[in-house]
């Protein structure tokens, strides 16, 4: 089974709307993170947004917020009042474990998001 | 702060040759680890060091070696080069108690 899980192969928001990329995980262990990454044309991986398993709040940085259903298993990425630098692939991943045993990341395939002026 | 540095940027070879990328990570972060990016594939995870041993490993033939320096300055080797093994190959540094990877702008290695 896919560890992480991202359904949307391209996406296309209007400038200075939000917008939600999806992305689910399937993991036993109870310590672990999930992160967002943007990628893009240039190739350099930016990352974005943090949320730990244990956090009760979902994580927030900027216009970017993680909306983290631990339940569902799912951890979407919400982009608020989105700009034209914005058009980028964006990937979801998940480190198991707790943060100082390795970093062996799972990354999901990736949404590639165009912002339209 | 300095990011993380991988050279050569670009690189183009032929099959059966060997390559050899390297990667500096951020002052201070012990932790490296490689990916592969293809287009089929996705992100693929390597290896990771800590401390200049192997901590983790993925799923990839022996041709795919890495090692780390004492300075946390890591190579990753490549042998007997396929046409399959055209690439991004990325590398990340990480601080031990944060987590989160810091990536550099990859090594886009092409084999034919």
């Known amino acids: 089974a896919q560890k992480i899980t991202q359904t949307q192969p391209g996406m296309f928001v209007q400038e200075k709307e939000a917008v939600t990329l999806d992305c689910t995980y399937d993991?036993?262990?109870?310590?672990?993170?999930l992160f967002w990454y943007k990628q893009p044309s240039s190739g350099e991986m930016i990352f974005l947004i943090y949320?730990?398993?244990?956090?009760?709040q979902n994580a927030t940085e900027g216009r970017y917020s993680l909306n983290f259903q631990k339940a569902r298993k799912s951890a979407n990425l919400v982009i608020s009042a989105s700009q034209l630098g914005d058009s980028a692939m964006y990937f979801c991943?998940?480190?198991?474990?707790?943060?100082?045993?390795?970093?062996?990341?799972?990354f999901g395939t990736g949404t590639s998001l165009t912002v339209i002026p | 702060k300095a990011g993380v540095t991988q050279t050569p940027r670009y690189l183009i070879k032929t099959r059966g040759q060997q390559v050899t990328l390297s990667c500096s990570p951020i002052?201070?972060?012990?932790?490296v680890s490689w990916y592969q990016q293809t287009p089929g594939q996705g992100l693929q995870f390597l290896f990771e060091?800590?401390?200049?041993?192997?901590?983790n490993k993925g799923n990839f033939p022996g041709r795919f070696s890495g090692r780390q320096f004492s300075n946390s300055r890591s190579e990753m080797n490549v042998s007997t080069l396929e046409l399959g093994d055209s690439a991004l190959y990325l590398c990340?540094?990480?601080?031990?108690?944060?987590?989160?990877?810091?990536f550099g702008e990859g090594s886009r290695l092409t084999v034919l």
């Open positions: 990340a540094s990480s601080a031990r108690y944060t987590g989160e990877l810091f």
């Open positions: 993991t036993s262990d109870q310590s672990y993170g």
């Open positions: 949320q730990g398993s244990y956090d009760e």
């Open positions: 991943a998940m480190r198991e474990g707790p943060k100082n045993t390795g970093n062996q990341f799972y």
């Open positions: 002052s201070g972060h012990r932790s």
């Open positions: 060091y800590f401390s200049e041993t192997q901590r």
